[in-house]
Nanobody, 129 residues
Framework: QVQLKESGGGNVQAGDSLRLSCAAP????????ASWFRRVPGKEREFVAG????????HYSEFAKGRFTISRDNAKNTMALQMNSLKPEDTAVYSC??????????????????????WGKGTPVTVSS
């Protein structure tokens, strides 16, 4: 079963930055749109950011705009999430997902965690005040 692998989480102070990475096992990832999601215990999982298969198009949740940047390197089958100006409310487990998406499904298709074809297990991020 295909599974993505996240890394880069950790414990930081408010205002700090973190860069999360998502690695795919093979180059089928290059034909898929991909997203970052996060989940706080006891709360619904929420969409963070998504990127098209070619990396040209990006889509962000309101809380991520201006602070987070999603990118991908298809030569390495990886995706990243640069998170700046972190806040305590950004504390969550961050996970990535990938999906084969048609043009007409953008951007709605990257916002739904259960629309993904496969996911990773997540990496925890804790932001202290």
């Amino acid at each position: 079963q295909v599974q993505l692998k996240e890394s880069g989480g950790g414990n930081v102070q408010a205002g700090d930055s973190l860069r999360l990475s998502c690695a795919a096992p093979d180059n089928t990832f290059t034909s898929e749109a991909a997203s970052w999601f996060r989940r706080v215990p006891g709360k619904e999982r929420e969409f963070v950011a998504g990127i098209s298969s070619d990396g040209v198009k990006t889509h962000y949740s309101e809380f991520a705009k201006g602070r987070f940047t999603i990118s991908r390197d298809n030569a390495k089958n990886t995706m990243a999430l640069q998170m700046n100006s972190l806040k305590p409310e950004d504390t969550a487990v961050y996970s990535c997902g990938a999906v084969i998406l048609t043009e007409s499904d953008w951007p709605a298709g990257v916002e739904d965690y259960y629309n993904m074809d496969y996911w990773g297990k997540g990496t925890p991020v804790t932001v202290s005040s």
